[in-house]
């Protein structure tokens, strides 16, 4: 097996990706602290966690006493200061710029002066949340895939301070974890998001525009182009309400209008059809 490349990692944030990015590192040999403001959330993480490596362990892929070691690698926490002495943070708070912000200045202020900050952030610019800090040249954007432990990809986003080494160094760690990390620059969206939302976005004009029914649409993209989901049912997953905030990101960052967001895709938000997670998207999923 091999052997993640730092020892020891802090993850903030125990929702979605935060647990996901835990179980990772921690499936590599790491030491991992995971910190969230919610008690509630820490346990929901470690729960998440638990299933997950349980279902590894059914696959056949590890044994139980390899979930049961990678577990006790878990440790948690609710407080920001308890990361102190550590060579990596991993940042997977909740999308939004002042929390992000606030979140890299205490760190700064906390952590020794060579401890790399990394974000998952999916929109929001890493020379920006860089900028709240006083060590530009050792923050860069980690971009896991949902979910962590499944997705091979890490886009690893370079701000415009972002040194050579510490890109050098996340890349490595990146590969450390088993991972294919592909580096890209800061520009709104990097890769993953500038190319997949204005895909599901003109499939949201289809929709609105009768070229045909939800199912159609998905289904061109699946047997057409070999696209394992369709992109409704894809941002049904992802969430309409990210869906339209990465498109905004998108179309203020870039200024160019092809990225403005459906009206369709507002009304949804709007009435709260979120997608899977609100039980209805496009598709409706309160019996599921
Ligand atoms: P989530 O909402 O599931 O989890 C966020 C967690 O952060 C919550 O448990 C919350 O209690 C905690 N939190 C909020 N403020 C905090 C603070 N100041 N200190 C410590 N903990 C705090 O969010 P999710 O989906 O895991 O997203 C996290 C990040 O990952 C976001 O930046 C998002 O854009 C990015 N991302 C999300 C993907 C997804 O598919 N959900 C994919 C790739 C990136």
Redesign the pocket.
């Known amino acids: 097996m091999a052997k993640s490349m730092f020892e020891a990692v802090a993850v ?7 647990n996901g990015i835990a179980q990772t590192f921690a499936t590599y040999g790491a030491k991992v602290l995971l ?4 008690e509630d ?1 820490l346990k929901k ?1 470690v729960l998440a966690i638990e299933g997950s490596l349980a279902r590894v362990v059914k696959k056949g892929v590890i044994t139980d006493a390899d979930a049961k070691a990678t577990l006790a690698r878990i440790t948690t926490n609710s407080k ?1 200061e308890a990361i102190t002495n550590v060579p990596l943070v991993v ?5 939004r710029p002042d ?2 912000a ?2 890299f200045s205490q760190l700064d202020r906390q952590c020794p002066p060579a401890t790399i900050l990394a ?6 610019s890493i020379t920006q949340i860089a900028a709240s800090t006083k060590r530009a040249d050792r923050v860069i954007g980690m ?4 979910p962590v432990p499944v997705m091979k990809l890490v886009e690893v986003i370079r701000g415009q301070e972002t040194s050579d080494e510490t890109t050098a160094k996340i890349i490595a760690a990146s590969e450390s974890i088993e991972k294919v990390p592909v580096a890209a620059n800061d520009f709104p969206g990097f890769v993953s998001n500038r190319v997949l939302m204005p895909m599901i976005n003109e499939a949201i004009f289809c929709l609105m525009e009768g070229v045909a029914t939800k199912e159609g649409i998905d289904t061109v993209m699946k047997l057409g182009m070999a696209h394992p989901m369709g992109p409704l049912a894809l941002a049904d997953l ?2 309409l309400d ?1 869906c339209l905030d990465i498109l905004e990101v998108l179309h203020q960052g870039l200024g160019d209008d092809k990225y403005r967001p459906c009206p369709l895709l507002r009304r949804y938000v709007a009435a709260g059809n979120l997608g899977k997670k609100s039980g209805k998207g496009f598709y409706d999923y309160s019996k599921a």
């Not at 910190?35 to 919610?38: G, I, K, N, Q, T």
């Not at 974000?119 to 929001?124: K, L, P």
């Not at 971009?143 to 949902?146: T, V, Y």
């Open positions: 903030i944030g125990a929702g979605t990706m935060g910190v969230d403001l919610s959330a993480g920001l940042e997977a708070v909740s999308e929390v992000k606030k979140v974000t998952n952030t999916s929109s929001i971009h896991f895939m949902n992802i969430g990210v």
